[in-house]
C-alpha cells in the first residue's frame, strides 16, 4: 500500500472556478454516508483498535465530527468579512478529551450527521459573490476563498476516511 503524506505536509492548489462549488458541497455532503458505510456495521474491538498508539478507526469519525466547530467558525469568519479565519487547535484537544471510543459507533456517526448537515445546509444559500470572498488560513498562510475552503474541508474528510481504511485493512492483516 501506498504510504498516505500525512495531512499537515500536504500542498494545495486553489484554483477551482466558483462553479465547481456545488460539486465540492455534493462531497461533503456525501461524507455521513460514506462514513456509515465504512464502519457502521464493525464490530466494536475492529471501531476501537488503535494501532501504533495512534488513533482508532471510531476516533478518526469522532474527529471529523469535533470539527464542525471549527467549520461553523470559519464560516460565521467569511460571513463576517474577517481578514483571517479561525485557527484550527492543531494539538486536536477536543478529539483527545471527547474519548469517542467509549461512546457507540452510532452516536459518533449520528452527531457528525448531525453537524455535517448543518454545515451543507449553509453552504447551499451562499451564492457566487459570497463563494468567491476570501480570508487568509492560518496555517497554510494563504488566502482562500470560501469554495476553496470547502474543497479543503473535503480532502481533509478524504485524508481521514483513507486512513480509516488502512487502519481497517491493517486489522485484517
Excluded: C, Y
Aim: hydrophobic share 40%.
Amino acid at each position: 500500500m501506498i504510504d498516505l503524506i500525512p495531512w499537515t505536509e500536504r500542498t494545495f492548489r486553489f484554483d477551482l472556478p466558483i462553479r465547481q462549488f456545488p460539486n465540492v458541497v455534493e462531497r461533503l455532503r456525501g461524507t455521513p454516508a460514506r462514513l456509515r458505510s465504512r464502519l457502521g456495521a464493525l464490530p466494536s474491538d475492529v471501531l476501537m483498535r488503535r494501532v501504533g498508539g495512534k488513533w482508532s478507526p471510531q476516533e478518526h469519525a469522532g474527529h471529523l465530527r469535533d470539527l464542525g466547530a471549527l467549520d461553523t467558525a470559519r464560516l460565521d469568519d467569511f460571513t463576517a468579512g474577517r481578514d483571517t479565519l479561525t485557527a484550527a487547535d492543531m494539538t486536536n484537544r477536543r478529539t483527545i478529551e471527547a474519548h469517542h471510543n467509549e461512546r457507540g459507533i452510532e452516536e459518533v456517526l449520528a452527531g457528525f450527521e448531525r453537524e455535517r448537515g448543518t454545515l451543507v445546509r449553509r453552504l447551499d444559500q451562499l451564492d457566487d459573490a459570497f463563494v468567491a470572498r476570501t480570508a487568509l488560513h492560518p496555517r497554510l498562510e494563504v488566502p482562500m476563498r470560501v469554495v476553496d475552503w470547502a474543497f479543503f474541508i473535503a480532502e481533509h474528510d478524504d485524508h481521514h476516511l483513507t486512513v480509516i481504511a488502512s487502519l481497517l485493512h491493517e486489522g485484517r492483516r
